[in-house]
């Protein structure tokens, strides 16, 4: 909706293309929906699906900015389809797949399995010699404010928004990104992982990790909630210099 309230017809360039399929050549194609009051382009793009286009392909689980499936580039920036309010963008508007992930089709990006690789490669899970097996034993009490601490690191989507604005990540495909620095900064303020800096040196003391940022702040331009990604990194850069310094 326009500010004198008329209704505006949105037109919508999306990318097509489906790697799966040998017959498939990437193209744009244009289609146009009548604006509604509040909506969102996750909205647009179900009414594009069920009444226009039944093959278009684009993610979502949640339609509340939790799950980060619907991560895409509108208008050249990476950002949630369900959290873009239309009325905020001009009306044409230009969709495109994250770039860096695999391409799925389309709007679908395969994030899951580069998430899953860089959490593997990064041990991203609480190392600890005392950790209770048992998953009804209680855990230790923690301090409030690290608790918190904690948590404000743990909100991270891994949308892929960071990965897709990063200027690293797309000239090395090993980079682990502010989204893999992210889930490192949180173990060191987590008591309860007993790694050093040293041992984490090992797995980000390099170009593919914490020195590969190249401080554009792409990711922290782009995060949807908001995560303190360049603080971040630059808390790590200082850990990781003290435990070059030692190695």
Not at 230 to 247: C, G, N, T, W, Y
Request: charged residues 30%; aromatic residues 6%; proline residues 5%.
């Amino acid at each position: 909706m326009s500010e004198t309230g008329a209704t505006r017809t949105l037109r919508i360039h999306i990318l097509r293309y489906n790697p799966q399929d040998t017959t498939s050549k990437a193209r744009m194609q244009t289609f146009e929906v009548a604006e509604a009051a509040g909506m969102t382009l996750f909205v647009a793009l179900t009414e594009i699906r069920e009444t226009q286009d039944p093959s278009l392909n684009f993610d979502f689980v949640c339609r509340a900015g939790i799950c980060g499936s619907c991560g895409m580039m509108i208008n050249g920036r990476p950002a949630l389809a369900c959290r873009t309010l239309t009325k905020d963008l001009p009306e044409d508007i230009t969709l495109l797949p994250l770039p860096v992930f695999e391409l799925i089709a389309d709007l679908s990006v395969n994030t899951g399995r580069w998430m899953r690789d860089m959490a593997e490669r990064l041990e991203t899970w609480v190392h600890g010699s005392d950790m209770d097996p048992d998953v009804d034993a209680l855990e230790a009490p923690m301090d409030p404010d690290r608790a918190e601490e904690i948590y404000e690191l743990e909100r991270c989507i891994e949308c892929g928004c960071c990965i897709a604005a990063c200027g690293t990540a797309h000239m090395r495909p090993d980079f682990v990104g502010a989204v893999g620095l992210n889930k490192i900064a949180r173990f060191r303020v987590d008591p309860r992982d007993e790694r050093d800096d040293r041992s984490l040196y090992e797995l980000i003391g390099d170009e593919d990790g914490v020195f590969g940022c190249m401080t554009l702040l792409g990711c922290a331009d782009t995060c949807p909630k908001d995560l303190p990604l360049a603080e971040q990194i630059a808390f790590l850069r200082r850990k990781m210099l003290s435990a070059a310094r030692s190695v």
